[in-house]
T-cell receptor, first 111, second 116 residues
Framework: GENVEQHPSTLSVQEGDSAVIKCTYS??????FPWYKQELGKGPQLFID?????GDMKDLRIAVTLNKTAKHFSLHITETQPEDSAVYFC??????????FGSGTKLNVKP | GAVVSQHPSWVICKSGTSVKIECRSL??????MFWYRQFPKQSLMLMAT?????????EQGVEKDKFLINHASLTLSTLTVTSAHPEDSSFYIC????????????FGPGTRLTVT
């Protein structure tokens, strides 16, 4: 089955700095790569996603990149704000049937 | 937007009893629902996939007789933890998806189960 690895496990940045979280996956058939944001005691919420036929995605301060050859994808948050503090999970899926999650990154944005 | 609810949000039960957790899609019909388990400071582990009207498909290592899943309607799936033990204590999260419409999973808020 698919194996998704995520780094780092914790990330502390100063407000206004950038944060980068990286994930690798093992199954070359995976074609959907969502990122979820989870706040304490709540379920994950879709943050941003990328599909392998779309290429890089960007939305204001958030960008995701995908390298299918190397089988890794990453989340970039620029101009971080304290409200960005949360746990972020990457995931990989083949045709949206099953989602395999990374181990999570706890992002702490210090004001 | 699509909303998924879970009930209860937290439950404490005694060892040996059974607990039922409900997962509802409030404003859409979910042909597929997923059940996850999450340990503190760890990732989500897929337990099973359920499609409306058919038997759930369990992931390897998940006991189907212990974690009973029923997806009786397009808006409701239930997870019953039978004969609960302290090691079953965890955060259980469901998600729902509508096939053919965006494929996005919508997660519920989770249920914290504590078995004493």
């Amino acid at each position: 089955g698919e194996n998704v690895e995520q780094h780092p496990s914790t990330l502390s940045v100063q407000e206004g700095d950038s944060a980068v979280i990286k994930c690798t996956y093992s199954d070359s058939a995976s074609n959907y790569f969502p990122w979820y944001k989870q706040e304490l005691g709540k379920g994950p919420q879709l943050f941003i996603d990328i599909r392998s036929n779309v290429g890089d995605m960007k939305d204001l301060r958030i960008a995701v990149t995908l390298n299918k050859t190397a089988k890794h994808f990453s989340l970039h948050i620029t101009e971080t704000q304290p409200e960005d503090s949360a746990v972020y999970f990457c995931a990989a899926s083949y045709n949206f049937n099953k989602f395999y999650f990374g181990s999570g990154t706890k992002l702490n944005v210090k004001p | 937007g699509a909303v998924v609810s879970q009930h209860p949000s937290w439950v404490i039960c005694k060892s040996g009893t059974s607990v039922k957790i409900e997962c509802r899609s409030l404003d859409f019909q979910a042909t597929t629902m997923f059940w996850y388990r999450q340990f503190p400071k760890q990732s989500l582990m897929l337990m099973a996939t359920s499609n409306e009207g058919s038997k759930a498909t369990y992931e390897q290592g998940v006991e189907k007789d212990k974690f009973l899943i029923n997806h009786a309607s397009l808006t409701l799936s239930t997870l019953t933890v039978t004969s609960a033990h302290p090691e079953d204590s965890s955060f259980y999260i469901c998600s729902a998806r509508v096939s053919g419409l965006g494929y996005e999973q919508y997660f519920g808020p989770g249920t914290r189960l504590t078995v004493t």
